[in-house]
């Protein structure tokens, strides 16, 4: 474990040191574990808890520019690279932090490093061309019933289903509450999406740490995966818009990125849909091949540079812990 990514920089020069046999080489001593071990208890639903929390069913269901899914290729840089979170990328990414006692502050040290560093590595993406943009989105006829999201076809038939977790208290959400009910006889419609920027930047970064150039490798990959995460943002509002939920966003992308807006993005492996199996009925459903996208056996996105999500409109849609409280 490293604190932060230099420090990471650090343990992989001594790993590397250490499988050349360079003398002295070394890791840190083992640090004794300060939290002991404890076996998780999955209890269940108790006889109380609800099926369905107290979320309203009566909002106005979006009507949505298609059924199906699409593909968008070639996106523009400069259309996404204004989602982009500088914060993240610096700070969780490149390990950008003032040091203590004297020295430059760390919004100094973004202006005299981090941003002239970053401006560099965009020109480079875009004169190398390592970058290619793709997503491939779509909208989906739908309703609830219990923990379940029931996917339709065009008949009415189900064509497939996620199950997602429900809060054990407090509101008792559960994803799926955020759509009709299939009692209501009324049919609801879900977002999915999945984006990426494609290989090349991959095989770039491979490249960097096959040549043992760890702190160029750091900040290209590091930068590869907000991009990615810039071009899900940049997407997930194109989708809201279609839906007609973009009139009260946000000014700014702080505003964005605390998410001042209706018609969340959740993405998979996340408290609320946990479940990275269900990419696989993600896949089945946009066919993320004909982008580049492929799942591995371990439901991971190749290349890594990729993301996806579902796209909730419900106006009380917001991220919660399903293992407790809203």
Same mark, same amino acid.
């Given at each position: 474990? =490293?604190?932060?990514?230099?420090?990471?920089?650090?343990?992989?020069?001594?790993?590397?040191?250490?499988?050349?046999?360079?003398?002295?080489?070394?890791?840190?001593?083992?640090?004794?574990?300060?939290?002991?071990?404890?076996?998780?208890?999955?209890?269940?639903?108790?006889?109380?808890?609800?099926?369905?929390?107290?979320?309203?069913? &009566?909002?106005?269901?979006?009507?949505?520019?298609?059924?199906?899914?699409?593909?968008?290729?070639?996106?523009?840089?400069?259309?996404?690279?204004?989602?982009?979170?500088?914060?993240?990328?610096?700070?969780?990414?490149?390990?950008?932090?003032?040091?203590?006692?004297?020295?430059?502050?760390?919004?100094?040290?973004?202006?005299?490093?981090?941003?002239?560093?970053?401006?560099?590595?965009?020109?480079?993406?875009?004169? &190398?061309?390592?970058?290619? =943009? =793709?997503?491939?989105?779509?909208?989906?006829?739908?309703?609830?019933?219990?923990?379940?999201?029931?996917?339709?076809?065009?008949?009415?038939?189900?064509?497939?289903?996620?199950?997602?977790?429900?809060?054990?208290?407090?509101? %008792?959400?559960?994803?799926? &509450?955020?759509?009709?009910?299939?009692?209501?006889?009324?049919? &609801?419609?879900? *977002?999915?999406?999945?984006?990426?920027?494609?290989?090349?930047?991959?095989?770039?970064? *491979?490249?960097?740490?096959?040549?043992?150039?760890?702190?160029? %490798?750091?900040?290209?990959?590091?930068?590869?995966?907000?991009?990615?995460?810039?071009?899900?943002?940049?997407?997930?509002?194109?989708?809201?818009?279609?839906?007609?939920? *973009?009139?009260?966003?946000?000014?700014?992308?702080?505003?964005?990125?605390?998410?001042?807006?209706?018609?969340?993005?959740?993405?998979?492996? %996340?408290?609320?849909?946990?479940?990275?199996?269900?990419?696989?009925?993600?896949?089945?459903?946009?066919?993320?091949?004909?982008?580049?996208?492929?799942?591995?056996?371990?439901?991971?996105?190749?290349?890594?540079?990729?993301?996806?999500?579902?796209?909730?409109?419900?106006?009380?849609?917001?991220?919660?812990?399903?293992?407790?409280?809203?």
């Amino acid at each position: 474990y =490293a604190r932060d990514a230099f420090e990471g920089l650090r343990l992989m020069d001594a790993l590397i040191g250490i499988k050349r046999g360079v003398p002295g080489a070394a890791l840190p001593e083992l640090k004794q574990r300060r939290v002991k071990a404890t076996t998780t208890v999955v209890d269940e639903r108790p006889p109380e808890q609800p099926t369905r929390s107290d979320v309203a069913t &009566d909002n106005p269901v979006p009507t949505p520019p298609f059924r199906g899914s699409r593909v968008v290729k070639g996106i523009p840089l400069k259309d996404y690279a204004s989602w982009l979170d500088e914060s993240a990328l610096f700070k969780g990414q490149w390990g950008l932090k003032a040091a203590r006692g004297t020295g430059p502050t760390y919004e100094e040290l973004v202006e005299s490093e981090g941003r002239p560093r970053l401006r560099g590595l965009l020109e480079r993406l875009q004169t &190398d061309n390592l970058l290619e =943009a =793709a997503v491939v989105h779509g909208y989906f006829p739908c309703v609830s019933k219990g923990d379940d999201l029931i996917i339709l076809g065009d008949d009415g038939s189900e064509r497939t289903r996620f199950t997602f977790p429900r809060q054990s208290r407090g509101r %008792y959400l559960c994803l799926a &509450d955020f759509f009709r009910p299939e009692e209501s006889g009324e049919t &609801d419609v879900v *977002a999915l999406q999945v984006v990426t920027v494609g290989s090349r930047i991959g095989e770039e970064t *491979a490249k960097l740490f096959e040549a043992d150039s760890y702190r160029d %490798y750091l900040e290209l990959h590091g930068l590869s995966v907000q991009l990615a995460e810039a071009l899900a943002e940049y997407w997930h509002a194109r989708v809201r818009a279609e839906l007609g939920l *973009a009139g009260s966003d946000p000014t700014g992308l702080d505003g964005m990125l605390r998410t001042e807006y209706q018609g969340c993005r959740y993405s998979l492996g %996340y408290p609320a849909c946990p479940d990275l199996e269900d990419r696989a009925k993600i896949a089945a459903l946009l066919e993320p091949e004909r982008i580049g996208v492929q799942l591995s056996e371990e439901f991971q996105l190749h290349p890594e540079q990729s993301t996806d999500a579902i796209v909730v409109h419900h106006p009380e849609a917001s991220y919660f812990n399903a293992g407790g409280r809203s």
